[in-house]
Structures are given as C-alpha cells and as structure tokens.
C-alpha cells in the first residue's frame, strides 16, 4: 500500500497519519496459557500483534518498546519510503531520535485494541461469538503484562527504554511500577500518573454517546446491519476537541467561521469546526470499533499510580531506571503539572530525572505534530546516548566556583543555562549532577549533552528537593533574574550543605557613574549589558545588600572572592568590593 493522500489543509489533524486498511507489516503471536486479569478473570488464547524495526543484537541490549495511544496502533513508523506513514514517523527511523539503525523497536498494539491484538470484536473462545460488551474489564496493567509475555517471546529480558505519549505513557510508567527493573529509560510524554476528573469527565460523555446510540445493540452489533457510528463518531469528536487548544482552535477554524468545507453527513455542520469535527468523526468509524473504545477509555480512566507525592515516591521506590518526561504547555487535558507532581516525587527519591515543558500552542496533539517532535526528540537522542559534542566556554568566575566544588560532590546547578558548568564536572568526575533551568533552548542545549536537567521556576522554590540532598548548591549570575529571593535563599540553605552564589554586584563603579554622572540607567558590559526596558534582571543587588542578607538569615560566609571581569583581576576584600568588583562570589551555608 502507498503513502496515503494528505486530506484537504481544513481537515489536517494528527489522525491522518493513521492506516484505515490492513496493517502491512503487523506480526502476531497467540499465548496459549490463561492471562489473568486485574479486574478477576481471565483471557484465553490473548494474540498480541506488534510491528518491529531494526535488528536485536546478540546479548538483546538494544530493545526499544514504543507504546501508543488510545487511538494509536503496531505501526509506528515506515518500515519502507513507499511504506504508509507511522503515527510517530518524525521520531523513529534510520538515523532519528529512535535510531533503527542502532536499535530494535517494538510497538504492540494494546489489549483491548482492533488492530490485531484481542480485542471485544474477536471471539469469545467459549462461546464462539464475538465478546462484544462481554470482553471482560480490562486495565493499563493486563495491557503490560501481554506486553512482558511478548518481550520473552521476543528474548528481551530489559528494554534499552520505554517510550510512551499519553495513554502510551501510562504503558510506560506501569512498566517500571510493576517491574522495576525492566527498563534503563522510562521516557513519558504528555502524560499523568492519573486522569484529571475533568478529563475522565470527556471520557464518560464519550462512552454514553456509544452505548445510547440506537445501534449498540448491547455491545453484540457485528452481525447486525449497522453499527453505533453515530455514537462512536461523537465520541471522537469530543475526543478530537481536547487535543487542541483554544489558541490553535481559533486559528484553525475562525477565518473561515461561517464558510465551513461541505461534507455528506448527518451531524451539523453550520461553522467551519462542525465539518471538521464531522469529518473527523465519521472518518474514525472506518478503522476503528466501538466496544474497544469503551474497552480502553475505561482502562485509562481506572489507571492510579498515586494522587500524591507520597503515594508517587512508593509507586516507583525501586525505580533501576532513568526518567525523561516531557509536557507541553497548552495541553490541558495532561496538564504540565501533573508531569511535574512525578517529576517531584522521582527527584525526592534521588531518580535520575530530566524534564522539559515545550511551550507550544497545539495542545495534547503536540506529541505527535512534527514541530513540536523536534524540539522533544534530542532529549530522547541524548538519553540513548548520542550526545552533543559542544564546546564549552568556562569564564574566569566560573572556573572560581568549579574550584570551590570539592571533588565527588553532588552539586544542583539553579539556573544552570545550557549546562556548561555542570558538563565541566561531570568531566571531573562527579557522579550526581543536577541542573535547573526554565528558558526552553538553553534546556534543550543542556538535555543534548546527557545532563539531567528539570524545567522548573526557580520563584516557586525548591519544593521538588528534600533537606540536604546536595553537597553543594550553585546559583551562578541568576540572583538578579529571581523575584523571590528570600524565599530561594532559605530553600537552597535547606537543599544543600553549602550553597555558592555568584552575582553581578549592581553598586559597581561603572554602573554608579553612569546613573550619577550620566543620568542613565545602569549599564555595562556583561550581566549588566541590557537597557532599562529590555533586561532579564529583576533585582539590583550589591554586594553589601547580600551580606545584609546574609546576616538577617543567620548565614555564614565560608568563603568571599570579588572580581572585576571587566579588568580580568580579583579584587582584595581591602579595595572595597562593593565599589570596584563587578562580580561576587560567595559561599555560603548554615552557622
């Protein structure tokens, strides 16, 4: 089959690069044994079909488990350039972030599912007939267990990773909750460790408009002359509305608001959103069955890892892996801080963890959306271990504070940038390195050199951390750029046994002169390089007013070293540092 026709621009959408035929490449095995379910029962004779890409190396190292959505199917990506699409074929080939040259990639389709893997459509080995609304409730957790039966069929004892979006991702993190040991990266995209009530509320709407439709029949429709499309197709609808956002709703549809693209349809289609959504919907029913649906919403809705950090850090206590979680901020269906309620439990365990919001404005879509998949796939590229070779330029205050870092420290860096500093140390040696940072490129920059890095806002302090997690805290030239500063102070004090604070001393002489003899807001080169209307720093510090700081809190300065950058020399604590240091550093920590 070839590459399939791109629908008319109005109607694009995720779901177009879905198969509607035969699944080309699909393989299947069928388990003999009885597979007990979470809910009680049992399945006989479960088939799980999966699509593979890549070779599996002798000692089975380079395994790669792809785990889809709710919607998603086996086939991932081309396995050909005349292949049809790959629902995340911008992620997974020759030479990308899921490099099929280096690794084996399996993708299963999903108990529950009806592309392949049993599902309500098949038969009921007992009765005959098809399970229908009979297919027993099934879990997120039977859909890993078929998936762990297919990995030793397949002679894979641990994944190399598993990588999952949205429900894919709750694949993911169920793997690692259930068999800790099973991976050596949990790589989680747009997801939750559970549904938010409003979104369980979409998938309940959703079911009702299945099983109200006239057609439904109980679940037992196969044999009848029509199915509940009607119903389904709403579902999808629904469904279709919470992986957009508003932003893209509006660009999407609003230009051509009262002009919308004619369909054959019953539903209304008066604006331009309604043929899309009808298209959209009516389209779904070609491939897609409506008890699995239900089938699988239902699973996603009873998924639970915990409600709270506490009940988080006991889900993935024995974690053996590494994490990598990536949300995207206008997705309110998964929201950004549901990915970061599990990123503050696996950081307060002491799990290797980077996380990134990606700021777009597509929404929960914005997993599989190519624009989005490039700024989210070096992450994935880095942490399977192709690294960027970047050059890295250490400046004079920062080889000061690397010479403060005792050797073997684990060191948080706030504010870390593009993780220079912290890749220096991991040249050195230093085994946990941590680094925090919120402008997107610079994480992205620091991510791309396998540095464990969080997207977190340093003015909401450091909650995610436990007391004295870290030998050493540093928050280098980011002082100034910080709104809440007391609190931040008190939060690295608690985080770390020592804390060194680098700053731009904002009582320098050159910056005096200009406001005093110049009538000019404060300028010069460096830090201190910005005009008044566009610069990054919200504070104005010098050096006297963090001593007076400093002293209010009961702190100790271990250590003081000025210098002026801007005549390369250190500046000796007699020659008044206040007046002719542009930069300070100091170490601090409790009396």
């Not at 007992?126 to 859909?143: H, W």
């Not at 053996?320 to 998964?334: G, K």
């Not at 002082?479 to 770390?496: C, K, S």
């Amino acid at each position: 089959m070839g590459a399939q026709e791109p629908p008319p621009e109005s109607f694009a959408s995720t779901d177009d690069a879905r198969v509607v035929g035969p699944l080309q490449h699909v393989q299947s095995i069928t388990f003999a044994r009885d597979i007990p379910l979470e809910s009680g029962g049992h399945l006989s004779e479960v088939t799980c079909a999966f699509e593979t890409w890549g070779r599996l190396n002798d000692d089975a190292t380079n395994a790669v488990l792809v785990c889809h959505a709710i919607s998603g199917d086996s086939h991932a990506a081309r396995h050909h350039p005349d292949d049809d699409l790959g629902w995340w074929d911008d992620l997974i080939g020759p030479g990308k972030a899921i490099d099929t040259d280096r690794f084996f990639v399996v993708c299963p389709n999903v108990l529950g599912g009806c592309r392949g893997s049993t599902g309500p459509s098949d038969l009921d080995p007992n009765t005959g007939r098809p399970f229908g609304a009979g297919f027993p409730r099934i879990t997120v957790g039977d859909m890993v267990n078929v998936q762990r039966m297919l990995a030793e069929h397949l002679g894979i004892r641990r994944w190399r990773a598993i990588v999952g979006g949205s429900l894919g991702g709750h694949q993911a993190m169920n793997w690692i909750a259930r068999y800790p040991d099973a991976a050596d990266l949990c790589v989680v995209i747009a997801s939750s460790a559970r549904l938010t009530s409003q979104a369980l509320g979409f998938d309940i709407i959703g079911r009702n408009a299945i099983q109200t439709d006239p057609h439904f029949n109980g679940g037992q429709y196969y044999d009848q002359p029509q199915r509940p499309d009607t119903g389904l197709a709403i579902a999808r609808m629904l469904g279709h509305i919470t992986y957009l956002s508003s932003e893209v709703m509006e660009e999407k549809f609003d230009p051509d608001r009262h002009d919308p693209r004619k369909v054959a349809t019953i539903f209304e289609q008066r604006f331009s959103i309604g043929s899309y959504l009808a298209h959209q919907g009516q389209k779904f029913t070609t491939r897609f069955d409506a008890n699995s649906y239900i089938a699988l919403t239902m699973a996603m809705d009873l998924y639970d890892l915990g409600a709270d950090r506490l009940q988080l850090m006991e889900t993935f206590n024995d974690a053996e892996c590494e994490f990598l979680l990536v949300s995207f901020s206008s997705d309110w269906l998964f929201p950004s801080s549901q990915s970061r309620d599990i990123v503050n439990a696996l950081v307060a365990l002491d799990k290797p963890v980077t996380y990134a919001e990606i700021t777009s404005p597509r929404g929960h879509d914005s997993f599989l959306i190519p624009e989005d998949i490039q700024h989210y796939a070096p992450l994935i590229q880095a942490r399977l271990g192709a690294i960027d070779t970047i050059a890295e330029q250490i400046s004079e205050v920062e080889q000061i504070i690397l010479q403060e870092i005792p050797p073997g420290a684990s060191v948080l860096d706030l504010g870390c940038g593009d993780g220079h500093l912290l890749s220096a140390l991991k040249r050195r040696g230093h085994a946990k390195l941590v680094g925090v940072e919120v402008d997107q490129n610079n994480l992205l920059q620091a991510g791309r050199r396998g540095l464990h890095i969080i997207d977190y806002d340093l003015n909401e302090g450091l909650p995610a951390f436990i007391d004295q997690q870290f030998d050493v805290v540093v928050l280098s030239a980011t002082l100034q750029a910080v709104a809440n500063i007391e609190m931040l102070f008190d939060e690295m004090v608690r985080v770390g046994r020592r804390v060194i604070v680098s700053f731009p001393n904002f009582a320098y002489r050159a910056l005096r002169d200009a406001f005093v003899t110049g009538g000019r807001s404060p300028k010069a080169p460096g830090e201190f390089g910005y005009e008044w209307y566009n610069t990054p720093n919200r504070r104005f510090p010098s050096i006297a007013d963090v001593h007076d700081l400093c002293r209010e809190k009961s702190l100790r300065l271990r250590k003081e070293i000025y210098f002026d950058a801007t005549h390369n020399r250190r500046i000796a604590p007699d020659e008044d540092p206040n007046l002719n240091a542009d930069t300070a550093i100091l170490v601090i920590s409790h009396t």
